[in-house]
């Protein structure tokens, strides 16, 4: 078997891998909230994530497309880049994984790209339009994390809950919420596994010394069910930190920031805009705990994840920029 056919076998798997672990170190966007509101048990909290971020996962490739073709140009698209990216990723979200901070996977990709790719070729070859989308979803996701969510709550309170019993609104909100978590598992899957889909496809291109401007089935379907995977293998150290420790959920509160939450990922995912499900939900949960009293939402704890945000970006860029000058110096 030729080399450079070993070397596309060896980025697939670990693409598949970092899927893999993408699925169970964000578990928790998807279901920690249902879980800590007691609507779901664990086990059948992630047995309904894991399908659903299967099928979310089969719904589009635009985001796909921003990672295979906006971020490094495929001319410049080599198996030790693909590789560097991809340990750095890996690294970085196993790290954050055993720290139990919600951490970006899919920013912790992308800026692993451009740190491997600025190794490849300088800073010259980073495409601004798809790193510029990228920040966008930084800023904006978010930022409407914390907003949609209080408005929604607002809203729910004027039209429907000032007019029913707290027993009734308990009832039906523990009803509704599963229907949140799952359209939140959706979303997440339609979102984080096209990141897969789009480094695979630059694997691709590397190999094939083409511009490929499709994302193959195989790749779709393979994704998606690595996601799956690792959805079903569960996160509970996240879950913990998003679901007990930023502030105490009932039915309502997590109904109303998934529902929010799942709103602005799915948005994003048909702008192509590659966004983290993590900032999202994270900040609606804590959007839903402002309208409670800013004092009841645990600022430290948000303080910790916020960290974890600031420093996926250069920490990433500096470990692509690594793992790409090892693998070069190793010759693999």
Same mark, same amino acid.
Request: net charge positive; aromatic share 10%.
């Given at each position: 078997?030729?080399?450079?056919?070993?070397?596309?076998?060896?980025?697939?798997?670990?693409?598949?891998?970092?899927?893999?672990?993408?699925?169970?170190?964000?578990?928790?966007?998807?279901?920690?909230?249902?879980?800590?509101?007691?609507?779901?048990?664990?086990?059948?909290?992630?047995?309904?994530?894991?399908?659903?971020?299967?099928?979310?996962?089969?719904?589009?490739?635009?985001?796909?497309?921003?990672?295979?073709?906006?971020?490094?140009?495929?001319?410049?698209?080599?198996?030790?880049?693909?590789?560097?990216?991809?340990?750095?990723?890996?690294?970085?979200?196993?790290?954050?994984?055993?720290?139990?901070?919600?951490?970006?996977?899919?920013?912790?990709?992308?800026?692993?790209?451009?740190?491997?790719?600025?190794?490849?070729?300088?800073?010259?070859?980073?495409?601004?339009?798809?790193?510029?989308?990228?920040?966008?979803?930084?800023?904006?996701?978010?930022?409407?994390?914390?907003?949609?969510?209080?408005?929604?709550?607002?809203?729910?309170?004027?039209?429907?809950?000032?007019?029913?019993?707290?027993?009734?609104?308990?009832?039906?909100?523990?009803? +509704?919420?599963?229907?949140? %978590?799952?359209?939140?598992?959706?979303?997440? =899957? $339609?979102?984080?596994?096209? &990141? *897969? @889909? #789009?480094?695979?496809?630059?694997?691709?291109?590397?190999?094939?010394?083409?511009?490929?401007?499709?994302?193959?089935?195989?790749?779709? +379907?393979?994704?998606?069910? %690595?996601?799956?995977?690792?959805?079903?293998? =569960? $996160?509970?150290?996240?879950? &913990? *930190? @998003? #679901?007990?420790?930023?502030?105490?959920?009932?039915?309502?509160?997590?109904?109303?920031?998934?529902?929010?939450?799942?709103?602005?990922?799915?948005?994003?995912?048909?702008?192509?805009?590659?966004?983290?499900?993590?900032?999202?939900?994270?900040?609606?949960?804590?959007?839903?705990?402002?309208?409670?009293?800013?004092?009841?939402?645990?600022?430290?704890?948000?303080?910790?994840?916020?960290?974890?945000?600031?420093?996926?970006?250069?920490?990433?860029?500096?470990?692509?920029?690594?793992?790409?000058?090892?693998?070069?110096?190793?010759?693999?």
């Amino acid at each position: 078997m030729e080399t450079a056919l070993i070397g596309l076998i060896v980025i697939v798997t670990l693409a598949l891998i970092f899927d893999f672990i993408n699925g169970f170190h964000d578990t928790a966007n998807a279901i920690a909230t249902s879980v800590a509101t007691k609507v779901l048990t664990p086990a059948q909290a992630i047995a309904m994530a894991a399908v659903l971020n299967v099928v979310g996962a089969l719904t589009g490739t635009a985001v796909a497309k921003t990672i295979s073709k906006d971020i490094v140009p495929q001319d410049f698209a080599t198996l030790e880049l693909v590789g560097a990216t991809l340990l750095s990723a890996i690294f970085w979200n196993l790290f954050t994984w055993w720290k139990g901070l919600p951490s970006s996977s899919s920013h912790a990709l992308v800026f692993s790209l451009v740190g491997a790719g600025v190794a490849a070729g300088g800073w010259g070859i980073i495409i601004p339009k798809g790193v510029q989308k990228t920040l966008t979803g930084l800023v904006t996701s978010p930022a409407l994390g914390f907003i949609v969510p209080i408005l929604l709550m607002f809203l729910l309170s004027w039209l429907v809950l000032r007019w029913m019993k707290p027993r009734v609104v308990t009832r039906t909100f523990r009803t +509704l919420q599963i229907f949140s %978590a799952a359209f939140m598992a959706f979303s997440h =899957g $339609g979102n984080d596994a096209q &990141k *897969t @889909m #789009g480094i695979i496809t630059f694997a691709l291109a590397a190999y094939l010394g083409t511009e490929i401007e499709t994302v193959p089935l195989w790749v779709i +379907l393979s994704a998606a069910a %690595a996601m799956g995977a690792g959805t079903a293998i =569960g $996160g509970w150290r996240i879950i &913990k *930190t @998003m #679901g007990f420790k930023v502030v105490d959920l009932k039915p309502v509160d997590g109904f109303v920031a998934e529902t929010s939450a799942a709103l602005i990922i799915e948005t994003a995912s048909r702008l192509g805009i590659p966004v983290s499900t993590t900032h999202t939900i994270s900040t609606s949960i804590m959007g839903v705990g402002t309208t409670k009293g800013f004092k009841k939402v645990k600022w430290q704890v948000a303080g910790r994840i916020v960290q974890a945000w600031i420093f996926t970006i250069p920490v990433c860029i500096a470990l692509g920029w690594v793992f790409h000058k090892i693998i070069l110096a190793l010759g693999v």
